[in-house]
Structures are given as C-alpha cells and as structure tokens.
C-alpha cells in the first residue's frame, strides 16, 4: 500500500482512500491528494501516517492523516493533480518528489 502512495504522490495522481473513521466508527471513501507519509508536526507521539488533503469531504476540504491500520483501501487514480493548487506552505516532505518548487 505504502508502494502505491509514493507512486500517487511522484506522478502527481490523485487517490481513492477507503478508510475507518474512528471518529463515527463508520467506513469512508475519499478523493484525496497525497501528500507525505510521515507524522504530524502537531502530533504529541509521533506516528508516521499517510498525509492526504481530502476532496471530497461533505464538511469542505481538509487534511487527512491516517495511520495505515485504519485505511481499507488505496487506489491509484488517472486523474492528476497540480501542487501548485494545493500547496500554500514552505514544505519538508519525508517523500522525495520531483514537483518543482513545491518539492
């Protein structure tokens, strides 16, 4: 699985995450941009997680870190994405890209 993220996040494709939701302990599927896989900068125990920002979230768009136990499913999609519309900070991903100055 994690295979797959680093691919997503090197040709700049989207993801199709099904995931637990520990929150309403229900399953989910999101479109996802991913970002990093790595722990949070605000995490008091550091974890790594797979760092995505969800699309389609029926309350908005927002980050979504999740450890891998909770992810069902990861899926590859064709359709890209542009960093440059995500990416609204200086940057220090775990993840070596080639996304130009977004790397």
């Known amino acids: ?20 939701s520990k929150k309403d302990n229900t399953n989910r599927t999101r479109r996802c941009v991913p970002f990093d896989y790595a722990a949070g900068k605000r995490d008091k125990i550091p974890v790594k997680k797979f760092q995505l920002f969800d699309l389609d979230s029926p309350n908005g768009r927002h980050n979504l870190p999740l450890e891998e136990a909770q992810i069902i499913s990861l899926v ?26 977004y790397s």
């Open 1 to 20: 699985m994690l295979n797959k993220f680093i691919e997503a996040i090197k040709e700049k494709r989207l993801v199709e995450v099904t995931f637990y």
């Open 76 to 101: 590859k999609l064709d359709e890209v994405f542009e960093p440059a519309d995500y990416i609204k900070w200086d940057t220090d991903w775990s993840i070596e890209r080639d996304w130009g100055i």
